[in-house]
């Protein structure tokens, strides 16, 4: 651990050496006391739990951290600390990588529903009822479970540990975390990178399929230019119209292994719960390859790959989530004062459609409403940001970054041309970001080596590619 725990008085609690899932060395993990309400600091406590895993190089550490903010909202830092490790492993031989687990999430007083990833894909009616019942038995207000919250937690937490400046990464939603904590303590910044930029005045929930659309035209553009995937798969868009075109006028009752579990599951399956699930497996390269194989098989009849599949990909990114953050920050920010009449006509328009939105919007009608309003103005900031997007990205595509960059006055904005959703694990990336803390200054970064990430050749059959890959 070293100095991490010195030059200030620690508030932390129960620190003790642990191994994380894929660290090679032990780092200290406890927990930092914290009010549950900042401005009513007697209205009871919670515990926000953390994990510091130190720098390979000790002897020439550098004295500020990578504060890791995890996305969702809902995910829990901590869990996904193995796969992070790699995307940091080039910044943390000399650099502790702190991962602190959000409120509501995790091991910081979670909010638990047990709405696991296939619940999800229920109809409106029974995914409201079973969020509604959830809200009801948990044990804290949900309404103290906001960012600007957790970045006073995160301030609460940067104290105890004596770190005087620190670098942010942040993945999605942990992007807006970042620049809420920019906006609350600029001054205990140094660098910041986002990956998956959410802007402040992003709506999530609302936007979801205007953002899907273009991901999932690019692939159909990718199929008819690989001469394997246009040969297996021709006229691919209108096979997968004709797909939901027919669920939608009959939905069909299948029977299959759910894939976490091994159990039996049966399902109704419905247009929107294959375009959801085709969402979820254009988020990463690697399932993208998978979107026409599985559109022909389900075109044939043969639905069970591609809700096997999309069922993966879904538990995949909901695994380590907390539902009840996701909509106690959602209710409070994203969806505040908002409903129906706020579904634009592009959503209504895309594949996937108004079903996520309605059916977030029906949540939050019977979520508590937050104490006061959320702060979504655009971030304003002199500190060194490295923006990183995916061209791909189904969820926080190039333009959000974009959004974000027109306020700042140091910043670079590196796109991946074959990237997804989170690319900081890519190729260079790594590498890259690991030059960006030793030397914030967008300036002299060279970002010329994401040109050669490469595109995983498409799946023509269950058997895999026919060709090589692409760039």
């Known amino acids: ?46 515990e926000v739990y953390y ?28 869990q996904v600390a193995p796969v992070i490790l790699q995307s940091l492993a080039q910044a943390r031989l000399t650099r502790d990588i702190v991962f602190i687990d959000q409120r509501g999430t995790g091991r910081s007083a979670p909010l638990a529903c047990d709405v696991d990833a296939v619940d999800q894909t229920l109809e409106v009616g029974a995914f409201v009822e079973a969020m509604t019942r959830c809200v009801g038995q948990l044990k804290h207000d949900v309404r103290e479970f906001t960012t600007a919250a957790f970045v ?33 303590h600029p001054d205990r910044v ?34 008819a230019d690989e001469p394997a995937c246009k040969k297996s798969f021709p006229e691919l868009p209108t096979r ?47 399932t993208r390859r998978l979107v026409p194989v599985a559109i022909a098989e389900a075109r044939a009849g043969r639905l069970e790959t591609l809700m096997r599949l999309g069922l993966a990909a879904s538990a995949g990114q909901q695994g380590s989530m907390s539902l009840g953050l996701l909509f106690s920050v959602l209710c409070a920010e994203d969806l505040a004062g908002r409903g129906p009449k706020d579904i634009g006509s592009v959503e209504r ?22 104490r006061q309003p959320a702060d979504l103005r655009p971030l304003v900031t002199k500190v060194p940001m490295l923006l990183l997007s995916g ?12 959004q974000l960059r027109r306020h700042l006055e140091r910043a670079a904005h590196v796109v991946v041309p074959e990237g997804g959703h989170i690319v900081g ?29 490469e595109r995983p050749a498409f799946f023509t059959s269950l058997q895999g590619p026919d060709g090589e890959v692409r760039k």
């Open 1 to 46: 651990m070293g100095a991490v725990l010195l030059g200030a008085k620690s508030e932390a609690r129960a620190d003790e050496r642990c191994f994380l899932p894929g660290a090679r060395l032990p780092g200290r993990c406890g927990t930092v006391s914290v009010p549950l309400r900042h401005d009513a600091p007697d209205a009871g406590r919670i």
């Open 391 to 402: 061209r791909l990205d189904p969820v926080t595509p190039p333009a959000r970054a974009e």
């Open 349 to 370: 328009a895309s594949f996937v459609g108004p079903a996520i939105a309605e059916a977030f919007l029906a949540v939050c009608e019977k979520w508590p409403s937050p």
């Open 152 to 184: 006073e937690d995160l301030e609460a937490v940067r104290k105890a540990l004596g770190y005087e400046k620190v670098n942010l990464y942040g993945g999605s939603y942990g992007t807006r975390v970042a620049q809420a904590y920019l906006r609350a």
């Open 240 to 286: 997968f119209d004709e797909l939901l075109k027919a669920l939608r006028a009959e939905p069909r009752r299948l029977t299959l292994v759910e894939p976490m579990t091994g159990a039996p599951l049966t399902l109704e399956v419905t247009a929107d719960m294959v375009a959801g699930l085709v969402r979820f497996l254009l988020y990463s390269p690697q």
């Open 51 to 78: 994990a510091v895993q130190p720098a390979f190089e000790r002897w020439r550490r550098a004295p500020d951290p990578v504060f890791f903010l995890a996305g969702g909202p809902g995910q829990s830092a901590v």
């Open 425 to 453: 694990g890519l190729g260079c990336l790594p590498e890259l970001m690991a030059d960006f803390f030793e030397n914030p200054d967008p300036s002299a970064l060279d970002s010329a080596c994401v040109e050669n990430v």
């Open 190 to 223: 140094r660098s910041a990178v986002l990956d998956g930029v959410a802007p402040m005045g992003m709506r999530v929930g609302l936007e979801m399929g205007a953002d899907a659309q273009p991901s999932l035209d690019a692939l159909f553009a990718a199929c």
